[in-house]
């Protein structure tokens, strides 16, 4: 399981502020059509980079709720919302919504149901604490249909399926049309959002992202710290080489209680 303490959110911070995740954001902006006055959630809200685009699109008289499990995440949204008066952060997990039904217009949920154990209770919590009429966006990712060049497929396999074991949920986005059905949602849409890289560079999505692996990897003991630094070095020589391929699809999905 990821731990997302002080370190790794600084880690994540830094990766969600690239332009391919940038791009991920404006999309989920779009799909929500957030309107002035709204109440809004956000539930896996990270450092508050979505948090801080949805106060603008609310306005003074909406109200953005972030809800992150990690503490060290909301610290870094704290110091990145602090100023924003329509902003208001809590602790709390995805599958028991401390809140009222029928509470908020929008619900917001980014990369954060893969790390949940009961993903329809969440779901369930999602559609609870909605109004009628009320909008969802959860965007998920399929990590299984990840596409990367390399020089050693059965190798690169296991860093892929180590990464299968850290998180609970690794091909999520193909279950969650018919759950968010079983829980009530209508008026379903998915949109793809491709997240595509053809260098490894430190400002690219994939070059961090690929780190992650490798960690993961070397704390299930499925490689070493050795064979990560040379596997890492590989992307690099074939970045060099105009060869480096990374492609995986987050998908967007919208639907209406």
């Known amino acids: 399981m990821v731990i997302y303490d002080k370190k790794a959110a600084q880690a994540i911070d830094r990766i969600y502020q690239t332009p391919e995740i940038i791009n991920q954001r404006l999309?989920?902006?779009?799909?929500l059509a957030l309107r002035n006055g709204e109440s809004v959630l956000d539930v896996g809200c990270g450092t508050g980079l979505l948090l801080q685009m949805m106060s603008g699109e609310v306005g003074d008289s909406g109200q953005i709720t972030g809800l992150d499990l990690s503490a060290d995440m909301l610290e870094i949204a704290k110091q990145r919302c602090g100023?924003?008066?329509n902003v208001r952060l809590l602790q709390g997990s995805a599958d028991e919504l401390e809140f009222e039904a029928d509470y908020f217009d929008v619900v917001a949920c980014t990369q954060?149901?893969?790390?949940?154990?009961?993903?329809?209770?969440?779901?369930?919590?999602?559609?609870?604490?909605?109004?009628?009429?009320?909008?969802?966006?959860?965007v998920e990712t399929d990590w299984?249909?990840?596409?990367?060049?390399?020089?050693?497929?059965?190798?690169t396999r296991r860093i892929v399926d180590a990464w299968d074991i850290a998180v609970v949920s690794p091909n999520l986005p193909v279950k969650l049309i018919p759950l968010l059905k079983q829980v009530g949602f209508s008026e379903i849409r998915v949109t793809p959002i491709p997240v595509l890289n053809t260098s490894y560079d430190e400002n690219n999505y994939s070059t961090s992202i690929l780190q992650w692996f490798v960690k993961a990897a070397v704390r299930q003991g499925v490689i070493t710290q050795q064979e990560s630094d040379?596997?890492?070095?590989?992307m690099e020589q074939l970045s060099k080489q105009d060869a480096y391929f990374f492609c995986v699809n987050r998908f967007l999905f919208t639907a209406v209680k």
Do not use: H, M
Not at 27 to 31: K, P, R, V
């Open 230 to 234: 040379q596997w890492l070095a590989q």
């Open 83 to 85: 100023e924003l008066a």
């Open 27 to 31: 999309q989920t902006l779009n799909g």
């Open 144 to 155: 299984r249909g990840l596409v990367l060049s390399n020089s050693d497929n059965d190798f």
């Open 112 to 138: 954060t149901l893969l790390y949940v154990e009961q993903v329809e209770q969440a779901l369930r919590e999602i559609s609870r604490v909605l109004k009628p009429g009320g909008r969802v966006a959860v």
